[in-house]
């Protein structure tokens, strides 16, 4: 099962429709197009357009699949207790000396760059469960990190 906010699933549904109705479209018009110039065993646009449409087709069978196997998690007011998913954790890492801040979200919405990481990942799957005060180890492909959480917020 995946979980995805109402944002998450919105924005995978896009690319989809994308991949669909516009990239497929175009592909397709490029296939249509190297067709007509002749012997399709030598003609390396037609090759080069099937194997596109093969690999747009495969996306759009897997995207389909992800949204088949997905449930919408609803932000809400959580005890904030323990860490769950869509919880905003604030933690001291000992090991870099640093305060760290991490939104725990899905795969498909996790954004390094915005703070929100998987709760799939190895640091996600670490947080998840623990409560203020916990201090434990997190095993990360560089090491290990030692880790306080802080503070569990969430949105409501």
Known sequence: MNYLTEEGMKK???KLYNLKHVERDLVLKRVTEARKLGDLRENGDYKA???DLTNIDIRIDELEKYI????IIKRGKSN??????????????HTRSKEL?????????????????SADSPIG?????????????IRIPAG???????EITSEE
């Open 12 to 14: 995978i549904v896009e």
């Open 144 to 150: 290990e990190l030692d880790v306080e959480i802080l």
């Open 125 to 137: 799957k670490g947080l998840l469960g623990k409560k203020v005060g916990d201090r434990f180890n």
């Open 80 to 93: 904030n207790k323990v860490v769950r998913i869509l919880n905003t954790v604030k933690i001291k890492d």
């Open 49 to 51: 357009a099937r194997e």
């Open 101 to 117: 801040i991490y939104t725990l979200v899905s795969q498909a919405e996790a954004d390094p760059v915005e703070k929100k990481i």
């Open 68 to 71: 088949a196997e997905s449930q």
